[in-house]
């Protein structure tokens, strides 16, 4: 991710957090401009033709906005994206933002690797457990890998902890060759 991803992240999450905006209203407003960005190849290709002034592609976007609704605030990231030629970025800094405000709330990003189908109550306990184990509220993906054979795989970050049947199996041939 290029730096300044992050600090067009951080700055919007500084602006929201100040004004006090629900951020899940945001958030919404956000995946509506994203949805119309990625369903409009002629909107993307507008935003990155060099021809066109960022004051007419500023423009165009008040002109989107009176449909979408957008809060000023993200109406006013989006100008600066155009205004300094980082528009086509719009996408990573989304991402980065998302991941900052959950880092704020305290939410973890989680994947859970299973060799089978968990129903929603396993899911819910499972997520409770791993929710103790980081110490934090935890959002998870959940991942089939039949390749494990049972147990789970979570990986927290960087952090990955394998309860995996194959992992059982490959840390008791490391202990069997060692001994």
Avoid at 2 to 19: E, G, H, N
Avoid at 151 to 156: E, K, S
């Amino acid at each position: 991710m290029a730096a300044f991803v992050s600090r067009y992240a951080q700055a919007f999450i500084d602006v929201i957090t100040d004004a006090g905006l629900d951020t899940a209203a945001i958030d919404r407003q956000l995946n509506d401009f994203l949805g119309t960005w990625d369903g409009s190849a002629e909107l993307r290709d507008l935003f990155a033709n060099p021809a066109v002034a960022a004051a007419q592609k500023v423009a165009i976007l008040d002109k989107l906005n009176a449909k979408l609704g957008l809060q000023k605030e993200l109406r006013n990231l989006l100008a600066v994206l155009i205004n300094n030629d980082r528009i086509g970025q719009v996408h990573e800094v989304a991402a980065a933002y998302r991941a900052a405000l959950q880092e704020r709330q305290g939410i973890r990003q989680a994947e859970i690797v299973t060799a089978r189908e968990l129903s929603e109550s396993e899911r819910s306990a499972l997520l409770e457990s791993v929710g103790k184990l980081a110490g934090t509220k935890v959002e998870a993906s959940f991942k089939l890998d039949t390749a494990i054979l049972g147990g789970t795989v979570v990986r927290i970050g960087s952090t990955v902890f394998d309860g995996s049947v194959r992992g059982r199996l490959e840390r008791l041939k490391e202990t069997l060759i060692a001994g």
